[in-house]
């Protein structure tokens, strides 16, 4: 019974390095989400996909990219982190019209 | 631009009293309505789901309501507890795109 499954649960970069964060669900979802949530200003959304080869760009984009290659996975890459970046990530995904799910996160520090 | 706001930022009550969350969306044509609570340090845990076409939906002390022509939502939680204490966040479904917008949340503390 995973659910929404996100690694790794914390990590440290140094300015400039690059990074993947992967999420995984295993409830056969079409529409999956990352967010990043900061104090202050909520939870914002950063891309998301509407399925399997498809991603579009949310609220805040620039500095990310994304991938979804398989249907229940999807990749959230930093090509060259910053410290504007320092956040709590969350991924989430849903079916047509049902619930959404959100796993437990990745708490990223960029020094 | 779908917006969403609850209000008030932050509640403190006694143990044992009800209460209600409020929620407000400017864009009425919504798939649907979720409610969350997160703990601190922790993710999104899904409350209540409430369909465009529903007016509530219940589970255990939570009643949530949706009034879609005035572009808001309640969550009553009957009978508060100390466990109760988190942020509670609302989101809804809408757009082309079916994109989740949140709102900030309420940070509620139930005192013992």
């Known amino acids: 019974n995973a659910g929404v499954t996100q690694t790794p649960k914390f990590r440290v970069l140094k300015t400039g390095q690059s990074m993947t964060l992967l999420c995984a669900q295993d409830m056969n979802h079409e529409y999956m989400y990352w967010y990043r949530q900061d104090p202050g200003m909520g939870l914002r959304l950063i891309h998301y996909s509407v399925g399997e080869g498809t991603t579009a760009k949310g609220e805040v984009p620039d500095g990310y990219n994304v991938s979804r290659l398989k249907k229940q996975n999807f990749l959230l890459g930093l090509e060259s982190a910053a410290p504007s970046q320092t956040s709590v990530y969350f991924c989430a995904s849903r079916g047509w019209n049902t619930e959404a799910f959100f796993g437990q996160g990745t708490r990223l520090t960029v020094v | 631009k779908q917006e969403v706001t609850q209000i008030p930022a932050a509640l403190s009550v006694p143990e044992g009293e009800n209460l209600v969350l409020n929620c407000s969306f400017t864009?009425?044509?919504?798939?649907?309505l979720q409610w969350f609570r997160q703990d601190p340090g922790k993710g999104l845990t899904s409350l209540l789901l409430i369909q465009s076409s529903q007016r509530e939906q219940t589970s255990g002390r939570l009643n949530a309501s949706l009034d879609k022509s005035s572009g808001r939502s309640t969550l009553y939680i009957a009978a508060s507890q100390p466990g109760d204490s988190a942020t509670y966040l609302c989101a809804s479904l809408s757009g082309s795109a079916r994109q989740l917008t949140f709102g900030s949340g309420t940070q509620l503390t139930v005192l013992p």
């Open positions: 864009d009425s044509a919504i798939y649907n």
